[in-house]
Nanobody
C-alpha cells in the first residue's frame, strides 16, 4: 500500500523560512509526479507546486518567487521550501502523488490525485 507522510510544519514568524518534507513508501518508486497543496479555512485546497516526471516544476503564480519543490529520491518523496513566510501562507500543507508513470503536466486539482498524506500544519504570525 502506498503511503505519504508530510512533516516539517510548525509555528514561525513572518519572514522565516520552512522546509516541508513528504515521504512516499509502499513501492511506488520514483516515476510519478508529486504535488503540494495548501488548505486554509474557508477555501478550497489549492495546488501550489508540482514536480512532474522528467523534472519539470510548476508553481502557483502567487508563490513562485518564494516556494521551491524538490524531489528527494532517498525517501521517494519531495520537499517544499518556503521562504519569506507570510501570515497568508498559514494552513495545512498536503502532498499527493499520481499513479506510477502518470504525468501531471502542470498543477492539477485535488480530484486528480488518489494518494494523500495526512498533512502538516504551518502557522505564521506577524
Amino acid at each position: 500500500e502506498v503511503r505519504l507522510a508530510e512533516s516539517g510544519g510548525g509555528s514561525v514568524q513572518s519572514g522565516d523560512s520552512l522546509k516541508l518534507s513528504c515521504e512516499v513508501s509502499g513501492g511506488l518508486g520514483t516515476d510519478y509526479c508529486i504535488q503540494w497543496f495548501r488548505e486554509v479555512p474557508g477555501k478550497e485546497r489549492e495546488g501550489v507546486a508540482v514536480y512532474d516526471r522528467g523534472g519539470r516544476r510548476t508553481y502557483l503564480d502567487s508563490v513562485k518567487d518564494r516556494f521551491t519543490i524538490s524531489r528527494v529520491n532517498a525517501k521517494n518523496g519531495a520537499s517544499l521550501t518556503i521562504k519569506s513566510l507570510q501570515p497568508e501562507d498559514s494552513g495545512m500543507y498536503y502532498c499527493a502523488a499520481s499513479h506510477w508513470r502518470q504525468n501531471c503536466g502542470g498543477l492539477k486539482p485535488r480530484t486528480f490525485f488518489g494518494r494523500w498524506g495526512q498533512g502538516t500544519r504551518v502557522a505564521v504570525s506577524s
